[in-house]
């Protein structure tokens, strides 16, 4: 058996910037739990489904830069595939078209989607990301979201891009103390990664 070449990267870089209202477009509104101010936008570099090195941005807070970039470091030494990563502005701040495009995000000021009365989400602070929307669903009461993520519902059957427990993508959060949605008993989210397991 014949071993395929496996081709080089270009180094991992990843350029932190600070970003304007402007910039953030309808993913921030006046009354966020964070201004404009306290987040960053960074430009880094993630490795394709095509096994390709691909430019892509991600907006967080700015008290997390340091420890996303090498979460995503990590992620690109281990060609971790990533489908997309385009800031939330891109799609006006909506969650499901961004989900069903498969993009990869942190920052959007919204509400969580839980039961009981509404708080802000850990998006709405920059510090939680959603990784590979579609190999990694949330699955709330038997409900698949995005519903065309309904083919990896199954998590027993492991493809490129998912998160499990043990695998490179669970595995970069937990070294870096972040707690996974997928641990999620009730309503698992397999996308979900934030600072404080919520």
């Known amino acids: 058996m014949v071993a395929v070449p496996v081709a080089s990267l270009p180094p991992f870089t990843a350029k932190v910037e600070h970003v304007t209202a402007a910039d953030l477009g309808a993913s921030w509104h006046s009354g966020c739990p964070v201004g404009p101010s306290q987040l960053r936008r960074i430009r880094l570099r993630y490795v394709g489904f095509d096994g390709k090195a691909h430019f892509g941005e991600i907006v967080v807070n ?55 009365p509404k708080s802000w989400s850990m998006h709405a602070y920059g510090e939680a990301i959603d990784v590979n929307t579609v190999e990694n669903p949330y699955v709330l009461s038997g409900s698949v979201t995005p519903p065309n993520a309904k083919a990896y519902a199954d998590r027993g059957h492991i493809r490129p891009g998912m998160a499990f427990k043990g695998g490179p993508l669970v595995r970069a959060f937990e070294l870096a103390g972040w707690g996974w949605g997928g641990s999620w008993s009730s309503s698992p989210d397999y996308q979900h990664f934030s600072t404080n397991g919520r």
């Open 62 to 116: 700015q008290r997390v830069t340091g420890v996303a970039a090498r979460i995503f470091r990590r992620l690109y030494r281990e060609r971790f595939p990533i489908r997309s990563m385009r800031t939330m502005d891109v799609f006006h701040g909506s969650d499901d078209r961004s989900m069903a495009a498969d993009n990869t995000s942190g920052f959007n000021c919204r509400y969580a989607v839980a039961s009981g």
